[in-house]
């Protein structure tokens, strides 16, 4: 069950708060669950990680993004609709992990094909909660799509 277990899930962390980016990495090194992490800070970067292009040639494919929505240069709406109209890219699943809660950004994230949405909480132990369970659920429930 779950992804090959001999190799580590690749996650790429896209959020431009570097205290969320710290909360996330520390919520996933805290898991037992063998993953490898990347960081952007904002769309744009985003999208030159998942296309190996600028400082990112030769980047490894993400098995998984967690997608923050607010972001400058380009936010999360549009990575969501540009990986998920690229035919290389649409397959990775998406899970936006943000602060809002609005009904319309719940709605437009699964509009444009988002695989899950989760609001981040507020409260340390329960970051921490959320974001083992997406690491988990991800690292050994889910099976993901082989990397090419």
């Known amino acids: 069950m779950g992804t090959d277990p001999s190799s580590p899930v690749r996650i790429l962390v896209v959020d431009d708060d570097p205290g969320d980016v710290l909360m996330i990495e520390e919520a996933l090194e805290g898991s037992d ?9 904002d769309g744009q970067e985003a999208m030159e990680f998942l296309r190996g292009e600028g400082r990112h040639v030769g980047a490894a494919r993400p098995d998984v993004i967690l997608l923050d929505l ?3 240069r380009m936010d999360g709406r549009q990575v969501l609709s540009e990986v998920k109209s690229d035919e290389d890219l649409r397959t990775i699943p998406i899970v936006v992990l943000t602060t809002s809660n609005a009904d319309t950004d719940i709605i437009s994230s699964y509009t444009l094909q988002a695989n899950a949405y989760v609001t981040k909480p507020i ?10 369970r997406i690491d988990e659920f991800f690292g050994r429930i889910v099976v993901l799509p082989k990397r090419r």
């Open 33 to 41: 669950v063998d993953k490898a992490i990347d960081v952007v800070g």
């Open 70 to 72: 607010n972001m400058p």
């Open 123 to 132: 409260g340390l132990d329960e970051f921490n909660d959320v974001v083992r």
